[in-house]
């Protein structure tokens, strides 16, 4: 563990990001005088306070942002910054205002583009060719405030908005890291202003967003799969039941005679559903509650016919 810094810092998170940054800045030495997690009605605040309270860590209850016994409590931190590693609460200018350089917000995307919930699976869905991490200063929008860095990544192409949830995450960790370090050293970080105008959004997916629309290529229908796995998961209906798809193959040729959802053709151990342009043949795939397995596991229990339908 590095030697533990001077700088008093507010730690504000919600899983699963907070784990990751959390234990990251503590193994860099980072001062966490206090950590704010999810309200308790969160589905994560009893294991995320565990989690805090097992590291010997300041955990801090609050109802509301506003309220002035919490607002007073924080004031006798001496914050010198907050941090923040996911957090689905606005944040007033009472609160933002309490830490003397402010609040920094880790987003994994590469402001302005793609402010919002989700810029995980918008971006590969989208099919950009890369993304990244944005450690900006809040301000009472979200995602709007001052650039203090920003580092690019290249989206793979057969990214996942696992696998980049993942890299993201490890990355602002190591971003923020160096940030507060500097921080220490200078007493002050640089900022610059975002442009003003209309960009691109991460905003949040909606469960009825979540199916498959064949009518649009394979390529993007490949990409729309990848940018849900595995929390979310591209869905669509088989014979009348729910089907999730997690991984797929593009098969790049004319589908142009077939309606889009068809079943095209069945092998052994793969299945080609037509789309607008190309084939889609799944590779990973949950029936109804029957079973999560390959597509030759589909087949030999389904046992799929030319002309039936995914829709």
């Not at 506003?66 to 007033?92: C, G, H, M, R, W």
């Not at 610059?192 to 629309?213: A, H, N, R, T, W």
């Not at 990848?226 to 979310?232: A, E």
Request: proline letters at 5%.
């Amino acid at each position: 563990m590095s030697e533990k810094l001077t700088k008093r810092i507010l730690f504000v998170g919600i899983p699963d990001m907070a784990y990751v940054c959390l234990d990251g800045l503590l193994s860099e030495g980072i001062n966490i005088v206090g950590v704010m997690g999810p309200k308790k009605t969160h589905n994560t605040y009893n294991n995320f306070k565990q989690f805090v309270l097992a590291r010997g860590l300041n955990f801090i209850e609050w109802d509301s942002l506003k309220d002035e016994q919490f607002l007073e409590y924080l004031k006798t931190l001496n914050i010198d910054a907050a941090v923040v590693a996911s957090f689905n609460y606005k944040i007033p200018k009472v609160l933002l205002d309490i830490p003397k350089i402010g609040f920094i917000n880790i987003h994994p995307s590469l402001l302005p583009k793609y402010r919002g919930g989700n810029p995980y699976s918008t971006v590969i869905i989208n099919g950009e060719a890369e993304t990244g991490v944005t450690l900006h200063f809040m301000d009472e929008n979200f995602d709007t405030g001052d650039i203090i860095v920003q580092k690019k990544v290249p989206i793979s192409p057969i990214e996942t908005m696992g696998t980049l949830f993942n890299r993201l995450n490890m990355l602002g960790m190591q971003m923020l890291a160096e940030v507060l370090k500097e921080f220490e050293v200078k007493g002050e970080l640089p900022r610059q202003k975002q442009p003003e105008g209309e960009f691109v959004s991460g905003m949040s997916i909606k469960d009825e967003d979540l199916y498959i629309d064949y009518t649009k290529s394979a390529v993007e229908v490949d990409r729309f799969i990848r940018g849900l796995n595995p929390f979310l998961i591209a869905s669509t209906t088989f014979r009348g039941n729910m089907i999730k798809i997690f991984m797929s193959e593009i098969v790049d040729k004319d589908s142009s005679k077939y309606k889009p959802g068809t079943i095209t053709r069945v092998d052994s151990d793969r299945f080609y559903i037509a789309t607008g342009k190309g084939f889609i043949c799944p590779k990973a795939i949950q029936f109804g509650s029957f079973f999560v397995g390959n597509a030759q596991d589909f087949v030999r229990i389904l046992r799929p016919q030319v002309g039936e339908m995914f829709e």
